[in-house]
T-cell receptor, first 115, second 115 residues
């Protein structure tokens, strides 16, 4: 089955700095890569996702890059703010064509943005 | 639209008992997935249901089971509870249509404590 490695497990940055979280996966057939943010005591919420036919996607201060050859993808948050503090999870779905909904998650990164 | 709802939100059981958790998806969403979240193992996929049929299953013992009703509401059952079953159980619903990537929307979770 799919194996997803996420690094780092904790990340502390100063407000205004950038944060980068990286994930690697094992199944080369995987083609959908979402990122979720989970604040303490709350449900995971999708913040950005990317498909395998796209190398990069950006949404305001967050961006995701995908390298299918190397089987890794990364989350980039620029101009971090204290409200960005949360646990971030990467995930991989082996089939985005509508017949499988079986996300494999990384172990999460606790991001702390210090004011 | 109302979001994904889960009941109950908190549950305390003792070893050997069984428990049933309920998930109501977003209106129109026909796929419901279940995940177990623990500090040690992170988010792990349990199973996914679509049109009252289990389409995908994770690596959990047979004590974990589920079903889906004709209105897409889903239940999961855990029999013969063990201490290690203490976790946050999350369900997620998705709109299903072919050829498109479908975001999974998570519910708030049911916090199960096994004593």
């Amino acid at each position: 089955g799919e194996n997803v490695e996420q690094h780092p497990s904790t990340l502390s940055v100063q407000e205004g700095d950038s944060a980068v979280i990286k994930c690697t996966y094992s199944d080369s057939a995987s083609n959908y890569f979402p990122w979720y943010k989970q604040e303490l005591g709350k449900r995971p919420q999708l913040i950005i996702d990317i498909r395998s036919n796209v190398g990069e996607k950006k949404d305001q201060r967050i961006a995701v890059t995908l390298n299918k050859t190397a089987k890794h993808f990364s989350l980039h948050i620029t101009e971090t703010q204290p409200e960005d503090s949360a646990v971030y999870f990467c995930a991989v779905d082996p089939n985005s064509g509508g017949s499988n909904y079986k996300l494999t998650f990384g172990k999460g990164t606790l991001l702390t943005v210090n004011p | 639209k109302a979001g994904v709802t889960q009941t109950p939100r908190y549950l305390i059981k003792t070893r050997g008992q069984q428990v049933t958790l309920s998930c109501s998806p977003i209106s129109g969403h026909r796929s419901v997935s279940w995940y177990q979240q623990t500090p040690g193992q992170g988010l792990q996929f349990l199973f996914e249901y679509f049109s009252e049929t289990q389409r995908n299953k994770g690596n959990f013992p047979g004590r974990f089971s589920g079903r889906q009703f004709s209105n897409s509401r889903s239940e999961m059952n855990v029999s013969t509870l063990e201490l290690g079953d203490s976790a946050l159980y999350l369900c997620a619903s998705s709109l299903v249509f072919s050829g498109a990537v479908n975001e999974q929307f998570f519910g708030p979770g049911t916090r199960l404590t096994v004593l």
